[in-house]
Nanobody, 118 residues
Framework: QVQLVESGGGLVQPGGSLRLSCAAS????????MAWYRQAPGKQRELVAS???????NYADSVKGRFTLSRDNAKSTVYLQMNSLKPEDTAVYFC????????????WGQGTQVTVSS
């Protein structure tokens, strides 16, 4: 079965940085667009960034210029480098794979908590 394990979250002050990792298994990793989502307190889950099998990234306007998404197909792992973090970035971050239809492939896991606070 598809398994997606997020890691790398933590506590950071505004302006700081974190690097999240997502290890995938049980799927043909190189075939899928991979994506990071987040769910902030009191808000719906939202798409943060995605990256195609060829490595072309796309970012939500709210994180563009601050976050960088990359993938290592040999390791079936995607990374989210987060710089210049803001309190509004506080959320639980999840990763998943996207079918061509836009429907996610895997189950939603526990995610990793990112808290940006002074």
């Amino acid at each position: 079965q598809v398994q997606l394990v997020e890691s790398g979250g933590g506590l950071v002050q505004p302006g700081g940085s974190l690097r999240l990792s997502c290890a995938a298994s049980g799927m043909f990793f190189v075939k899928y667009t991979m994506a990071w989502y987040r769910q902030a307190p009191g808000k719906q889950r939202e798409l943060v960034a995605s990256i195609t099998p060829a490595g072309s990234p796309n970012y939500a306007d709210s994180v563009k210029g601050r976050f960088t998404l990359s993938r290592d197909n040999a390791k079936s792992t995607v990374y989210l480098q987060m710089n210049s973090l803001k309190p509004e970035d506080t959320a639980v971050y999840f990763c998943n794979a996207l079918r061509p239809s836009g429907v996610v492939l895997g189950p939603w896991g526990q995610g990793t908590q990112v808290t940006v606070s002074s």
